[in-house]
């Protein structure tokens, strides 16, 4: 199947500012449609969830379809759909609900190739409760995280590893199932950020083998949310901190206080959206999103070889995204420059590029890099030709020029 990039652009107004565009790991741009399904669910009578008024039947039908559409992308039951403000507030509350049963002698694993948000929640709730915390390392010379690393430092103690489907600064995809499947046998539940993942290829939870799965649909087209999916009969196992009014039912009893409907409005857009870049496929809205993620992957890894390609020929650049299955994200360095540096000379030139570590601090001190970071280059379906050439005739114009000074 073709992909139409010019088509996905022309629905993105954002992009009529000219910019190329490299910050989508940071937060994509936003398609027009999900603007209007916000704009839309904003101007008609809203008020919260029930059946007697206009307003309560819309607050309902939002949240039904937005649940509905995030168990399709993520391969989910809608019952294990929570909502929240974001992935790393989610993170946060369902550490501290599995931590209750935790205590001296139980071990939490993480992992240094993950976001902090993946890291910090989970050392935070077992230091609470006593419990030990073992790190599974990355190789910093490959990028790799592989089962081999998780499996060395679970133990018949071991509760639960919280680890990254891919890494949000420089790409790396560990093979999830079969850590899954490592994890599993020791006894401990999986906790997997999918937030970097979910931007790039199709999810499926149940196939990852993930218990706890959580994304963010500003990272894949939408509005600031966070997202967490789970079984529910697992979620019915868990007793969160909640007030004592509201409802006990899976899954609304892990979220607190009224939903922002306007945004689960456009979350159910930009899935809505997501599925229609595979015109022609019939089938149900997730056959439509497996086909059009199939699309958006080759397109992205396209983009992804001539940037390759193209950065090779220049020299002066050190690529630290090496590992063999990775998203089309790459950090760089470049020789006697600073990240802040180059960053700062790409945006003069209408290139955004955000140097740092971008919350990866574990990965980026490991890589040698410390809090500095490096240059992120991150695609997304929007990207093109034309913005991959726009940068590396900028990086070779800087390379050409004396170092920066800072």
């Known amino acids: 199947m073709t992909f139409d990039v010019d088509a996905v652009r022309a629905r993105i107004p954002a992009l009529k500012s000219g910019s190329a565009r490299f910050d989508a790991p940071g937060g994509t741009q936003t398609p027009q449609p999900v603007i209007d399904a916000i704009a839309d669910a904003l101007a008609n009578p809203l008020a919260n969830r029930g059946r007697l008024t206009e307003g309560e039947r819309n607050a309902e039908a939002v949240v039904i379809r937005a649940r509905r559409a995030l168990a399709d992308l993520l391969g989910a039951d809608p019952r294990g759909i929570v909502f929240g403000r974001s992935s790393t507030q989610l993170t946060y509350d369902l550490s501290r609900t599995l931590a209750k049963n935790w205590g001296p002698g139980d071990e939490v694993v993480v992992s240094s190739l993950d976001h902090d948000s993946n890291i910090r929640p989970w050392i935070q709730a077992a230091e609470a409760m006593g419990a030990t915390v073992r790190w599974a390392e990355f190789d910093p010379a490959t990028g790799e995280l592989t089962v081999d690393d998780i499996a060395a430092v679970l133990s018949a103690r071991t509760r639960l590893v919280a680890v990254t489907a891919a890494s949000n600064l420089i790409g790396t995809r560990p093979g999830i199932p079969a850590v899954a499947d490592v994890v599993h046998r020791a006894g401990a539940l999986l906790h997997v950020d999918a937030v970097h993942y979910a931007s790039h290829a199709a999810v499926d939870l149940r196939g990852l083998g993930a218990d706890f799965l959580v994304c963010s649909p500003y990272k894949f087209l939408g509005p600031h949310l966070g997202v967490l999916a789970s079984r529910p009969e697992l979620l019915e196992t868990l007793r969160p901190d909640k007030l004592l009014p509201s409802t006990d039912v899976v899954p609304e009893r ?51 070889a001539r940037m390759e390609k193209g950065l090779a020929g220049l020299g002066g650049i050190t690529v630290h995204s090496r590992a063999a299955h990775r998203t089309p994200t790459l950090l760089l360095t470049l020789a006697g420059r600073s990240a802040t540096a180059t960053s700062q000379y790409l945006a003069e030139r209408d290139i955004v590029a955000p140097a740092g570590s971008f919350y990866a601090l574990e990965a980026s001190r490991r890589l040698g890099l410390g809090e500095a970071g490096g240059v992120r280059i991150g695609l997304a379906p929007y990207n093109n030709e034309a913005d991959v050439d726009r940068l590396l005739d900028a990086l070779s114009g800087l390379l050409g020029t004396a170092p920066a000074e800072g």
Do not use: N, Q
């Open 254 to 304: 892990f979220e607190l206080g009224t939903l922002p409907y306007e945004l689960l409005a456009g979350a159910a857009a930009a899935v809505d959206f997501l599925a229609s870049l595979a015109p022609g496929i019939d089938g149900t809205r997730r056959e439509r999103l497996l086909a059009a993620f199939a699309a958006i992957e080759a397109h992205e890894d396209a983009l992804r």
